[in-house]
């Protein structure tokens, strides 16, 4: 009876990857749950795991692992934020590589203004207040600039979810998407 877990080992190349990978590799349910040991005894079987992973890529962490993420929306801050601060950006370089993933939830309300072909920003209504932001060229230039430092921009383009399902239009409203918005 019992589990049994075989488990392949391989240290990660780096300290950067020891310090990201954070790893269960085996898993043996029957350990943990003495019904179903009795159950697999009773019917004459016993339990056996077999939690090898594929070499040599089961333990390779990608080096961009540690990345972080900046929520576009005005509640969190986003447009407060000046992201070319000379200590913003040398913390953020300690992180490169990286990637800087902007968007989230809020990237859905958000809109673009003075860029080249885009359409102007509406006005913020007062219930959108803690949603409702306007991306323009300078914070666009200097969010730019602060994922030069760590590598990689990751950016989610708004789908204008306040029109498509809100704005008095209901849940479900057909939804078209503008290019011109994301151009």
């Given at each position: 009876?019992?589990?049994?877990?075989?488990?392949?080992?391989?240290?990660?190349t780096t300290?950067r990857a020891?310090?990201?990978l954070?790893?269960?590799?085996?898993?043996?349910?029957?350990a943990f749950a003495?019904?179903?040991q009795?159950?697999?005894?009773?019917?004459?079987?016993?339990p056996?795991v077999d939690?090898?992973?594929p070499?040599?890529?089961?333990?390779?962490?990608?080096?961009k692992?540690?990345s972080?993420?900046?929520?576009?929306?005005?509640?969190?801050?986003?447009?407060?934020?000046?992201f070319a601060?000379?200590?913003l950006?040398?913390?953020?370089?300690s992180?490169a590589p990286?990637?800087?993933?902007?968007?989230?939830?809020?990237g859905?309300?958000?809109?673009?203004?003075?860029?080249?072909?885009?359409?102007?920003?509406?006005?913020a209504?007062?219930?959108?207040?803690?949603?409702?932001?306007?991306?323009?060229?300078?914070?666009?230039a200097?969010?730019?600039?602060?994922?030069?430092?760590?590598?990689?921009?990751l950016?989610g383009l708004?789908?204008?979810a306040?029109?498509?399902c809100?704005?008095g239009?209901?849940?479900?409203?057909?939804y078209?998407?503008?290019?011109?918005?994301?151009?």
């Open positions: 009876g019992g589990c049994r877990c075989a488990l392949g080992t391989r240290p990660p300290m020891a310090a990201a954070v790893a269960v590799w085996c898993f043996c349910a029957a003495p019904a179903a009795a159950a697999s005894a009773a019917a004459g079987v016993s056996a939690a090898r992973l070499a040599p890529n089961a333990f390779e962490v990608n080096e692992y540690a972080f993420n900046v929520d576009s929306t005005f509640n969190r801050g986003f447009f407060h934020v000046d601060n000379t200590a950006r040398a913390a953020a370089s992180l990286a990637t800087l993933r902007v968007g989230g939830t809020g859905d309300y958000l809109h673009y203004g003075g860029f080249a072909g885009s359409e102007p920003c509406p006005a209504s007062s219930s959108a207040n803690d949603t409702y932001g306007c991306l323009n060229t300078t914070h666009w200097d969010l730019v600039g602060l994922a030069d430092t760590v590598g990689d921009l950016f708004s789908y204008d306040e029109r498509a809100g704005g239009a209901g849940a479900g409203a057909a078209e998407w503008r290019a011109g918005a994301a151009q």
